[in-house]
């Protein structure tokens, strides 16, 4: 297996991310249509956020996979939501979604999170790969969509 260094997340590194998310959310579970350019300006965007945080893993200098999110205040403390999970296909399979969440794990309970969010698709292989690192469907809410067209 390659050494693989986890860095924050860098605004510099927005082509790279772009890139990635594209081509990582156009297969499956997701087949989502996305131009790298576009995913670029969505990673930005909450990069924009005072309250964001995330991690990019990289390999000879070359970003291969990021998460990516963003905190919130509640009653009861503040939790983060995990916006982006995307590795780069070529480099799916080598642990480095695993890698980058038991890091990300650690550092938001460093900060003080009292909770982790996310949304996923409910088929396939990603629930399972959530419920790894402890992540269990909730069972009080539901979420609710309109399309504005």
Excluded at 64 to 69: D, H, K, M, T
Excluded at 118 to 126: H, P
Excluded at 129 to 147: C, D, N, P, Q, S
Aim: overall charge negative; aromatic content about 10%; hydrophobic content about 40%.
């Amino acid at each position: 297996m390659s050494s693989f260094e986890i860095r924050k997340v860098s605004s510099e590194h927005l082509e790279e991310y772009g890139r990635i998310y594209a081509a990582a959310f156009s297969g499956e579970p997701w087949n989502d249509p996305w131009k790298p350019a576009d995913a670029a300006i969505h990673v930005r965007e909450i990069l924009e956020s005072r309250q964001s945080y995330g991690l990019e893993c990289v390999e000879s200098e070359k970003v291969v996979g990021f998460i990516l999110g963003q905190s919130m205040l509640f009653c009861d403390g503040r939790s983060f939501e995990i916006n982006d999970l995307a590795v780069d296909p070529a480099y799916q399979g080598q642990g480095i979604g695993g890698i980058l969440m038991e890091r990300l794990m650690t550092d938001l309970k460093e900060m003080g999170m009292t909770s982790v969010d996310l949304i996923t698709a409910g088929e396939g292989k990603l629930p399972s790969f959530y419920e790894r690192y402890g992540f269990t469907k909730a069972k009080e809410v539901i979420l609710m969509g309109r399309e504005l067209k």
